[in-house]
C-alpha cells in the first residue's frame, strides 16, 4: 500500500481507507506485527519454566524536538520501556506502540521515527506487536505523542527489589550522567547554547542480563530518568529503609555537562538520563560486577559512586570534594520540562 499524502490529516484518524493507509504505509509494513487483529496473540518458551513471571510497564513519552542529536522520540519509547523492564530483571520480549499524531505532521518524520523504533527494538531483541494510531487537531498535542506498553519474563529465582539493598552495599552507575537532559536543553535552541553532546538513550537489557550473570547477588536496579539520579536514589533508599552516601568526585560527568549546568544554574544530579542506571550489588560483587558491564557497550562507563549505609536522617547525602556533606533531596518542581 503506498500512501501519497506528504502530511496527516483528520481523515488518518477518521477510521476508514485513509487511516488504514497509513497505517499499513507507515507502521506495520515496518513493524511487521503477528497479523492485523485488535491484541497480539503471544507464546515463548521462557513462560513454561516453573516459577516464571510476567513483567509489565507502560509509559508514555512526549519530547521536545521531538528529534535531537543521539535520538527522537521513538528511540527513546523503545528504549524507555525495554529499561524499565530489564531493571526489574526482567527479559524485555514484547511491545505495544500507540500514537497521537497532530494534523499536519509530516508522514516523512513519521517514516523516520517508525524506522528508529523498529532499528532499536531489533538492537534490544524485542518485538513491536500491537499498537494504535488517534489524529487529533492541530495544536491539540506537540506533532506527535508516543505511548508503549511492554511486556518481559522474569525467570525463576530472580527478585530485583529496592527493598533487598542494605547497608555495605555498593552503588554503580553504568554510564556518564545527565546527558540527556543537558542534550535536550541545547536542542531547543532557545538558549543559544552550542554543544557537541548527544543523548545518551540506548536499551539496557542485554547489559542487565551481564550484570546479573556476573554479581547473582545483585539487589535492584533502576533507570535514572526523569529526577535524574539524586530521586532515583531518594526513592530507593526510602523503599530500602537505609540511607545511600554519595562520593562527589566519582561521579561521572562530562565537562559540557558541568558547564551547561553551571551556566543555567541546574544541578546535573537531576538532569534526566535515558540510558544510565544505577544498581545495588554486594561489596563483594563489585569488582565483578563492573568488568561485566564494561566488556558491554552501554557500560563501559560503570564506576562506583557511593553504597548504602544505616539509616540517618536524610536518604542520601554527598561527601563532596571538599571534605564537606551536601543532602541531596528529592527534585522540587522541574528543571527541564518535555524531555521524555
Not at 502530511?7 to 493507509?21: E, I, N, P, Q, S
Not at 527522537?72 to 499524531?101: E, M, Q, R
Not at 522474569?154 to 543537558?182: C, E, Q, S, T
Request: hydrophobic content about 45%; overall charge negative; some cysteine.
Amino acid at each position: 500500500m503506498t500512501l501519497r499524502d506528504q502530511r496527516v490529516t483528520l481523515a488518518h484518524g477518521g477510521g476508514g481507507k485513509a487511516m488504514r493507509d497509513l497505517i499499513e504505509s507507515v507502521f506495520t509494513s515496518v513493524f511487521n506485527p503477528p497479523g492485523m487483529e485488535d491484541q497480539a496473540r503471544l507464546m515463548h518458551d521462557s513462560l513454561q519454566e516453573p516459577g516464571a513471571r510476567l513483567a509489565f510497564t507502560t509509559d508514555s513519552f512526549v519530547v521536545t524536538p521531538v528529534e535531537f542529536p543521539g535520538g527522537d522520540i521513538g528511540k527513546i519509547a523503545v528504549c524507555g520501556t525495554v529499561n524499565d523492564l530489564a531493571v526489574g530483571g526482567a527479559k524485555p520480549l514484547w511491545l505495544s506502540a500507540s500514537f497521537i499524531i497532530e494534523e499536519g505532521c509530516e508522514v516523512a518524520l513519521l517514516r523516520r521515527l517508525v524506522a528508529s523504533m523498529a532499528r532499536e527494538a531489533e538492537k534490544a531483541g524485542v518485538r513491536i506487536v500491537t499498537g494504535d494510531t488517534k489524529v487529533v487537531n492541530r495544536g491539540a498535542c506537540d506533532t506527535v505523542y508516543i505511548t508503549t506498553a511492554g511486556v518481559g519474563v522474569i525467570p525463576p529465582g530472580r527478585d530485583l527489589d529496592a527493598r533487598r539493598i542494605r547497608p555495605g552495599d555498593v552503588a554503580i552507575v553504568n554510564h556518564v550522567l545527565g546527558d540527556h537532559g543537558a542534550a535536550i536543553l541545547a536542542a531547543r535552541g532557545d538558549l543559544m547554547l552550542s554543544t557537541d553532546l548527544d543523548s545518551d538513550c540506548q536499551s539496557l537489557g542485554h547489559l542487565m542480563q551481564a550484570l546479573i550473570a556476573a554479581a547473582p547477588g545483585t539487589k535492584a536496579a533502576r533507570d535514572a530518568t526523569r529526577g535524574g539520579l539524586a530521586s532515583t536514589l531518594n526513592e530507593m533508599a526510602e523503599a530500602a529503609g537505609c540511607s545511600v552516601e554519595l562520593d562527589e568526585t566519582t561521579l561521572p560527568l562530562r565537562p559540557e555537562v558541568k558547564g551547561v549546568c553551571e551556566i543555567l544554574g541546574l544541578d546535573p544530579l537531576y538532569l534526566a538520563n535515558e540510558g544510565t542506571l544505577v544498581a545495588f550489588v554486594p561489596a563483594a560483587e563489585a569488582e565483578a560486577a563492573l568488568a561485566a558491564m564494561r566488556a558491554m557497550p552501554e557500560g563501559q562507563g560503570a564506576c562506583i559512586i557511593g553504597r548504602a549505609v544505616p539509616q540517618g536522617a536524610v536518604p542520601v547525602t554527598l561527601r563532596t570534594a571538599f571534605g564537606g556533606t551536601r543532602i541531596v533531596d528529592m527534585l522540587v518542581g522541574e528543571q527541564l520540562p518535555r524531555i521524555c
